[in-house]
């Protein structure tokens, strides 16, 4: 049995964008072309990557659980995986959700009562309302475009990594960002003046 070569992780290396997706069509293709080892060094990777990317939007202690959960989402809607697809959006997609799910919970959460006197404890609250605006906002863009706007406007990925995530070119991310944040300025005007 032939071994995969070794590729450079994505996690270190973003010009390795198709590795985890190579080493999930592996790992669906089942044990015996050795996707059982591609499909662990998968895991350990996103691991990483949903660790960092939940670190960014949730409170410390909410961040593993978070991980954990996309984790199971990656395991179980593994098999909506197309290989003809970039990896990295699907995985994305899937960290958003589950992220989202997380901030709908944590806002039905009981919590106790705290001591009028507690300082220096940051507030979310107004990073929570805007994470549920804007993507409400975005969902009504075309994916295309709002997948662009996420990538690059709000995580931080530049125009050519945008494209090579996406499979669109890097003139038609352009376009996508452009015209994506036209619509959402359109938008908010219009939901301004229908309130005045």
Do not use: C
């Amino acid at each position: 049995m032939a071994q995969m070569p070794h590729m450079a992780s994505p996690v270190a290396d973003d010009d390795a964008v198709d590795d985890w997706g190579r080493l999930m069509a592996a790992a669906n293709a089942g044990p015996s072309v050795g996707g059982g080892g591609a499909y662990h060094r998968l895991l350990s990777e996103i691991t990483v990557w949903l660790r960092r990317y939940y670190a960014r939007r949730l409170p410390p202690a909410a961040v593993e659980d978070a991980a954990q959960e996309a984790l199971i989402a990656v395991h179980t809607k593994r098999h909506t995986y197309s290989v003809d697809r970039p990896f990295r959006p699907w995985l994305a997609a899937i960290a958003r959700y589950k992220w989202i799910d997380r901030l709908r919970s944590m806002s039905r959460e009981l919590t106790d009562e705290l001591d009028d006197n507690i300082a220096g404890v940051e507030d979310h609250g107004a990073a929570v309302t805007s994470a549920i605006v804007l993507d409400e906002l975005l969902s009504h863009l075309k994916p295309a475009q709002a997948t662009v706007i996420r990538l690059v406007k709000l995580e931080g990925f530049t125009i050519e990594e945008a494209a090579q995530m996406t499979g669109q070119s890097m003139s038609l991310v352009k376009v996508n960002i452009h015209r994506g944040l036209g619509r959402l300025a359109a938008s908010v005007q219009h939901d301004d003046q229908a309130e005045v």
